[in-house]
């Protein structure tokens, strides 16, 4: 076992509001670009109010719209959505702020400025 830098539990809480707080928000905008799928927490895009009754040819144009907006928006709000719910699960394990393809620690610093990362930034993707 290598020892581990652990983050000070006065930082860990500030990542943790930080996470909470963010999670909230995405959750608030993801209801009000689309709806949930399943019990797994899964979110589509969605044409919100749509009661599937009119047929009136401007109300369509403006769902398909919304919908072509929202489909790819509530993707990219879902995929932070799962960074964020898996941050904090970390956080409960213990196992937060290691760098999924290294193991090592992230630095604080990398955290503080992007709590839900998975990696350091060496490990970093894009
Ligand atoms: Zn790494």
Same mark, same amino acid.
């Given at each position: 076992m290598t020892a581990m830098k652990k983050i000070p539990q006065s930082d860990l809480e500030e990542l943790r509001i930080a996470l909470t707080t963010e999670r909230d928000n995405l959750e608030e905008e993801l209801a009000g670009h689309g709806r949930v799928l399943n019990d797994a927490g899964d979110w589509e895009g969605a044409s919100i109010?749509? =009661?599937?009754?009119?047929?009136d040819p401007n109300d369509v144009a403006d769902q398909i719209e919304e919908l072509v907006t929202n489909v790819p928006l509530v993707a990219e709000l879902e995929e932070k959505h799962t960074d964020i719910v898996e941050a904090l699960e970390k956080m409960e394990q213990g196992v937060?702020?290691?760098?999924?393809?290294? =193991?090592e620690p992230i630095p604080l610093d990398r955290l503080k400025a992007?709590?839900?990362?998975?990696?350091c930034v060496e490990h970093a993707l894009d």
């Open positions: 109010g749509f =009661d599937g009754e009119e047929a937060y702020g290691i760098c999924e393809e290294g =193991d992007n709590p839900s990362a998975r990696t």
